[in-house]
């Protein structure tokens, strides 16, 4: 550690208090300054030594001040230090080394220290010096040529064997035994450490137990007042023997008393992940899968095989999730309540900008780079390079560049605050773990990572936002405003038909979970009728039921095109409801039960290998056991080995039942808005953006294609929020000024304060600035007042003039001038630019006539394209999407003016038109078509080969869609193109990229 006056030391801790001291001081240095700074003064080093084996770090030239100050260390620290004070040294190879190991054994010998062997170690290996001097200039924001003195003189800086060190300090051979002296002192280890979990949740005078049990007990009568389900009765007693012998009870009570809060504030919030399996967490209103309803496997939340606490994670809007997160900084206090960290590493993209940038390389060449670098896991950088137009063979710095990116890739970056996982301790968190300030005002976070706190066995609840909750919130509350229907999650009506129809068509743009391109296809193909469809549908379409052969032969099950069989009776009971498929990480630990005779509490470790074989390799040491267990239960041995193939097929992708069966929940709810309430539902989900695939410029289209009238945003009618207003005898979708960009939540207020009296010169006076004025009439918002674009940046600039008096000569020309009306195009254009949407002409309407002239059909000849057709389109990207398991297929969603196209490129596609694939706005694509009638819908897809970036299409819009003026006879000639930057042009909004 280094303090404040630059002097740095090596400290262990011997023991656990000699850790909690450490600890403290740490974490109130972390929490005095800003982040990342940590100011420790020497007063407070020399207050927490007690317990500490410490040492000194010597300057390049140790000279008579340092061993004064080694000296009054060493005379402070020495009745409290588990051993006296060290001094460090290692060898620099600079050639002066056995004189300085002379001088520092002197200087130790004098303060009464110890010479202690150090490395100075800056890598693992020697063949990481390149890398680690390029590290260390992305550190210091230099390139490597700048680097100077913070580059390694050598790659000596490595890590040596107990006889190469002694062989370096021959002479000081007490400095390597001191080492020994260093471990055997430290008796410290993190295992040491135990947690407590908070009291201020229990009632007076009951242990945890006693008060889980009461508060339990309060919510089966409320939910079942005539009586308990004998089911329900059965497990919740089985649950709460298990809490009280794993004494979990106050983790319950912790997170129950975080729902709490939220209703009480009437905030959304819904658990999910595993702990939807435990009906003490539905009974207690943290969860809201009905074990009534629903077959749930506790051990996949809790077993006695366990060593650590459960982990439930709980969804809140995400736009208050903030409120709730202070409660429990203001509840049990920042020094026992923490955010736990999360690990960021090196990507490809952030890896080859950095080094790119690092080695000196030109912003464009880096750029270019890691544009076409798009998603993590591709292809070889020389071979990207290389398709950019670069030659890494013959520019070695860029080829150096490339290699050393490589090698970086996967690296710690920094440490990140995690999305909501959550420390509460009984005593002080701060002796526990290093405490820091977040970059984020009133946000302190633990410098773990969060995987860390449950090796620790250490209390986590993940206090997470999620944006649908906030949509549905907003879809409440509009509702309740304008059609006096007051909802909430549990009052919904369910099992609606109409409801089911919709999403079996595959309209599900925008709702939970089922909006993206392979949810919309799956859905013709699953027709859900009832809600346990929708567990399946959020599912099926994941990587494990994919990877593991299962969907295609659910599918066919579904639509009796294959008998649904059971190799025993004891299989039906786990696989009857998704016909025999196994779709669930509970059904693979059903299985491994009923069929290979696992205990539950082996099964739950199979289900923890499932989900990490990727990483540890240690799921195939379950498959003698469990193809063992099946053959010795009567199953054949065909039949056994690919049941364990199917598990494999899950390995770190496959989804719990109980998390999905949460989300369903969300599904249906989602749907059921949009189904029946199109303009609440597209109102909902623009003020609650950004979330989901899409844009507001589809979510505006995909309402009006449903019948909502849209009506453009406005100063003299629209709110900050979108808002309804009547449309004969439905309603109309008013655009809020929150689409407006640039545009601030207080001038929208104020805005709306003023009416009915706006107009651009009271605006001004009530505190608009006159950009606020410019980006509502580049919005095309003044239009309620007669005023189109042009006038209203005219009135704007007037406002601005009439601060002071114009002079005489210009009295005249004040009056507003005749303003020659905007082109089409420009219309399209400057509407996207302004509020990332236009309800006038689609860009590509603008273009029909030249993307005809080229041979491209529109989105309508591909829908009704036959099997097989060659077909020539072109569409807006929309969407690209990669999965990690699509071994290299790319999604794309194209829009033209009458509907969309779904792209697939294959990975030789992909490779073969890299530059299009990453960069274009405006895509054009050759490809045939493959259709799929079996489906509610036919599903429709078009298998692209060449594509062509015809981005510079759009760059010319705005000057489509105008009239051009005839010439006079003594108008000499029509003038050149003027090469200035056009302030019309406008750029379209790019895609939403998934990787």
Not at 112 to 124: E, N
Not at 226 to 253: C, N, S, W
Not at 276 to 286: D, F, K, T
Not at 753 to 769: E, F, M, Q, T
């Amino acid at each position: 550690m280094a303090l404040e006056d630059g002097q740095e030391y090596l400290v262990w801790p011997t023991d656990r208090a000699a850790y909690a001291r450490l600890a403290r001081m740490l974490s109130a240095a972390r929490m005095a300054g800003e982040k990342d700074e940590c100011r420790i003064p020497r007063d407070a080093l020399v207050a927490a030594a007690e317990g500490q084996v410490m040492a000194m770090l010597p300057p390049d030239a140790p000279a008579e001040d340092f061993a004064q100050r080694l000296h009054r260390d060493a005379e402070a620290m020495r009745r409290t230090l588990a051993l006296p004070i060290f001094l460090a040294a290692h060898h620099r190879f600079a050639g002066d080394d056995r004189q300085r190991l002379r001088v520092l054994s002197a200087m130790a010998g004098s303060a009464r220290a110890g010479l202690l062997a150090a490395g100075g170690v800056r890598m693992h290996a020697a063949s990481r010096r390149r890398l680690a001097d390029v590290v260390a200039a992305i550190r210091l924001g230099v390139t490597v040529d700048a680097l100077g003195f913070h580059a390694s003189t050598n790659a000596e800086a490595h890590l040596k064997s107990g006889a190469e060190m002694r062989r370096l300090f021959a002479g000081h051979e007490e400095a390597v035994e001191a080492t020994s002296c260093v471990v055997e002192a430290c008796c410290f280890s993190l295992r040491n450490l135990s947690y407590e979990y908070p009291e201020e949740i229990l009632d007076e005078g009951l242990s945890a137990q006693q008060t889980l049990e009461r508060r339990v007990a309060e919510a089966v009568r409320e939910k079942w007042p005539g009586g308990t389900p004998e089911k329900v009765a059965r497990q919740i007693a089985e649950e709460m023997e298990l809490i009280a012998r794993k004494d979990y009870a106050a983790y319950f009570l912790t997170v129950h008393e975080i729902v709490r809060f939220a209703r009480s504030k009437d905030i959304l919030c819904q658990g999910r992940g595993s702990a939807a399996n435990s009906a003490v967490c539905y009974v207690l209103g943290i969860t809201s899968v009905d074990p009534s309803k629903h077959r749930l496997l506790f051990a996949r939340f809790l077993s006695d095989a366990r060593g650590e606490p459960p982990d439930i994670d709980i969804d809140f809007e995400h736009e208050r999730r903030e409120e709730v997160i202070q409660h429990i900084y203001q509840r049990y206090g920042r020094d026992r309540a923490a955010l736990t960290a999360t690990l960021i590493r090196y990507r490809t993209r952030s890896a080859v900008r950095e080094v790119g940038k690092a080695m000196g390389l030109s912003e464009d060449i880096t750029g270019s780079l890691a544009k076409a670098s798009w998603h993590d896991g591709m292809d070889g950088l020389r071979d990207v390079a290389r398709s950019e137009g670069l030659n890494p063979e013959a520019d070695p710095r860029l080829g150096m560049a490339l290699d050393l990116a490589e090698e970086l890739h996967g690296f710690p970056r920094h440490l990140a605050t995690h999305v909501g996982g959550f420390v509460i301790t009984r005593g002080k968190l701060t002796e526990l773990a290093i405490v820091t300030k977040a970059a984020m005002k009133n946000r302190h976070t633990v410098e773990w990572d969060k995987d860390d706190i449950g090796v620790l066995q250490m209390l986590k609840v993940d206090v997470l936002g999620l944006g649908m909750l906030s949509c549905i919130r907003r879809a409440f509350d509009l509702l309740r405003r304008y059609e006096g229907v007051d909802h909430s999650l549990q009052s919904v009506p369910q099992d609606e038909a109409e409801t089911y129809a919709m999403l079996a068509r595959g309209d599900s743009l925008g709702v939970f979970q089922v909006e993206s391109r392979a949810q919309m296809n799956m859905l013709p193909r699953m027709r859900p009728r009832e809600y346990y469809d929708l567990v399946i549908q959020v599912a099926i379409v994941r990587p494990g039921p994919i990877q593991g052969d299962m969907v295609n032969p659910y599918l066919r099950r579904r639509t009796n095109r294959e008998p649904v069989e059971y190799a025993k009776p004891e299989l039906k009971e786990v696989l009857e409801k998704t016909l025999g498929v196994p779709l669930f990480q509970e059904q693979a630990m059903e299985m491994a039960i009923v069929a290979a005779g696992f205990t539950p509490a082996r099964a739950d470790e199979l289900r923890r290998s499932m989900a990490s074989f990727k990483h540890d390799g240690k799921l195939h040491l379950f498959e003698a056991e469990f193809v063992g267990g099946m053959i010795a239960r009567g199953y054949e041995p065909d039949f056994a080995k690919r049941c364990f193939k199917q598990i494999e097929g899950f390995g770190g992708y496959g989804f719990p039942e109980s998390h999905a069966a949460s989300f369903a929940q969300l599904v249906y709810i989602s749907a059921r808005i949009k189904c029946h309430h199109p303009a609440v539902f597209a109102a909902a989900l623009l003020n609650s953006q950004p979330m989901g695939f899409y844009a507001p410029a589809q979510i505006v289209r995909d309402a009006r294609e449903h019948g909502v009238a849209v009506r453009a945003a406005d100063v003299t009618a629209s709110d900050w929020d979108c808002t309804l207003e009547k449309e004969g005898e439905g309603w109309a979708l008013r655009l809020g000024l929150r689409l407006v960009s640039g545009l601030s939540w207080e001038d929208g207020e104020r805005i709306v304060a003023l009416r009915p009296h706006v107009s651009p010169a009271a605006l001004a006076k009530a505190g608009l600035s006159r950009q606020a004025l410019d980006v509502l009439a580049r919005a095309d918002a003044f239009r309620g007042l007669g005023l189109d674009r042009r006038h209203a940046l005219w009135e704007a600039a007037a406002v601005e003039r009439a601060v002071l008096p114009p002079l005489p000569l210009f009295v005249a020309a004040e009056a507003a001038p005749r303003l020659p009306a905007e082109t089409r195009g420009e219309e399209t254009v400057l509407d996207y630019g302004a509020t990332g949407l236009t309800l006038r002409a689609h860009p590509l309407a603008l273009l029909r006539d030249q993307l005809a002239g080229l041979g491209l059909r529109d989105s309508r000849a591909v829908t009704a394209a036959r099997q097989g057709q060659r077909i020539r389109t072109a569409g807006l990207v929309l969407v690209r999407q990669r999965p990690g398991t699509a071994k290299g297929v790319v999604f794309f969603t194209l829009e033209d003016e009458f509907g969309t196209v779904n792209l697939v490129l294959h990975a030789q596609a992909v490779a073969a038109n890299r530059s299009p694939v990453v960069a274009a706005r405006l895509l054009l694509a050759e490809g045939r078509v493959e259709r799929h009638e079996e489906g509610a819908v036919p599903i429709v897809h078009l298998v692209g080969q060449r594509l062509e970036d015809r981005s510079d299409l759009l760059d010319g819009l705005h000057l489509l869609g105008g009239m051009r003026l005839p010439l006079a006879r003594a108008d000499e000639i029509a003038r050149g193109t003027d090469h200035r930057p056009d302030p019309r042009a406008v750029r379209i909004p790019g895609s939403r990229d998934w990787h």
